[in-house]
């Protein structure tokens, strides 16, 4: 598999990479370190408390995510480096178990992807659609993907608690609004987030981790598109 298709596993590696991107970083440990509530669920990111918090605004940005979770369907764009180059996708997501994307690296043919519950088929460069339902390939975008809709690894799982604290301000160039805090995943990874919300949603978040920032771009939201496996 990795011979017939040799950027299949750098794909899969980037797609989990920006998804479980909060998982990244290790906490450093400070010399008198604020006190985190603690989750049920291992997977799920709390905001650190570092300064006093705003009721109003904590409250504004639940509210955010709650009409982020509650969407059916939205599209994604990002762009990372990668070792091969630069990677960029354009992504689209359809509750509860259905993507499509469309991966380009560098100055190489787009390589598109689409997945339907456990079936996987991937279409390298415009040629014919290939059915890699049952491989190792397709079971671990599958979990990926189950991951991010099911809310374990994406902004679903990010709360806001009231003792968090989260700084807001205008981006009047985008014409939204930004809230900026820092979040700590149970296993001590650390991220900073900064979410750029218009018209009640997530338009732009910026993650910044060890390993630098990298933008994500949200947009057509609860959108009526078919993804359905290609004949």
Known sequence: MQNRYPLLPLILFSFI??????????????????????????????????????????????????????????????????????????????KPKRFRGTIR????????????????????????????????????????????LSGEKSLDAVLVEPTAYVRKDRDPDRACDRYKTTSRGADGSVAALDICAKNGLPSYVQITTDNGPFLLEYYDYNALFLIEKPL
């Open 105 to 148: 690296i560098q100055n190489l043919p787009a390589t598109e992807l689409i997945l339907v519950d456990q079936a996987l088929y991937l279409r390298p460069g415009g040629a014919s659609w290939v059915n890699l339902t049952g491989t190792e390939a397709a079971r671990t975008l599958s979990e990926s993907l189950n991951t991010v």
């Open 17 to 94: 990479a920006v998804f479980g991107a909060g998982c990244v970083k290790k906490a450093e440990t400070p010399k008198q370190p604020p006190t985190a509530p603690k989750s049920e669920n291992p997977s799920v990111v709390v905001f650190q408390r570092t300064e006093q918090p705003n009721p109003t605004i904590n409250a504004e940005l639940e509210r955010v995510l709650k009409n982020f979770r509650a969407a059916k369907s939205f599209r994604l764009k990002f762009a990372r480096q990668t070792d091969k180059g630069s990677l960029t996708a354009n992504l689209d997501f359809q």
